[in-house]
């Protein structure tokens, strides 16, 4: 079992990657591996009308929920062209900010896997921790401690067996586009 964790954050060893640091940490403890990836600062674009939904016959990127960032952007890409893929195996968003705004961000990401079917993993709180200056999360103990109890209940939901393999039985996909 892996879990890749992705930093979006512009700052690669920022509070975002220490609350990262912190989930990757707990869930090796609990022997499942853990990988973060940083993707802050790439270039990962919104619909830049390509055309290639017209050579694919379906389109690349759909936005979901808000506006777009580097994360968003690569969600977008990966849930819409992929996400079938992605149901049935756990999710979990984390947010770091200075002091609002997280549960707007949680909000947010954790809709992408609502949306794919994908259980969300909780924790004791809101999956956020607290940080203005680089290292000030470090300083965030509520904080981190979530981070480590969202860590163990991923270990737990992966351990206790989660997929297609124990998915329920799936109606197929009824579209409402609300104009009728």
């Known amino acids: 079992?892996?879990?890749?964790?992705?930093?979006?954050?512009?700052?690669?060893?920022?509070?975002?990657?220490?609350?990262?640091?912190?989930?990757?940490?707990?869930?090796?403890?609990?022997?499942?591996?853990?990988?973060?990836?940083?993707?802050?600062?790439?270039?990962?674009?919104?619909?830049?009308?390509?055309?290639?939904?017209?050579?694919?016959?379906?389109?690349?990127?759909?936005?979901?929920?808000?506006?777009?960032?580097?994360?968003?952007?690569l969600l977008d890409r990966v849930f819409y062209s992929c996400g079938k893929y992605l149901a049935y195996k756990p999710g979990a968003a984390v947010a770091v900010c200075r002091r609002g705004g997280a549960s707007a961000t949680f909000d947010r990401l954790n809709k992408y896997f609502t949306i794919m079917n994908m259980p969300v993993v909780p924790s004791q709180y809101w999956n956020s921790v607290h940080g203005r200056l680089p290292g000030e999360a470090r300083e965030d103990a509520e904080g981190l401690q979530t981070m480590r109890v969202l860590a163990r209940n991923m270990a737990r939901l992966l351990k206790a067996g989660v997929g297609p393999a124990l998915a329920p039985e799936a109606e197929e996909r009824q579209w409402t586009h609300f104009i009728r």
Not at 11 to 31: D, K, P, Q
Not at 41 to 59: N, S
């Open 1 to 73: 079992m892996k879990v890749l964790l992705i930093n979006g954050s512009p700052h690669r060893e920022g509070n975002t990657f220490i609350a990262l640091s912190e989930v990757a940490r707990t869930l090796e403890s609990e022997g499942v591996q853990a990988e973060i990836v940083h993707i802050g600062t790439k270039a990962v674009q919104g619909c830049i009308a390509c055309g290639k939904c017209a050579e694919l016959g379906h389109c690349v990127l759909v936005y979901y929920a808000g506006p777009n960032g580097s994360l968003c952007a």
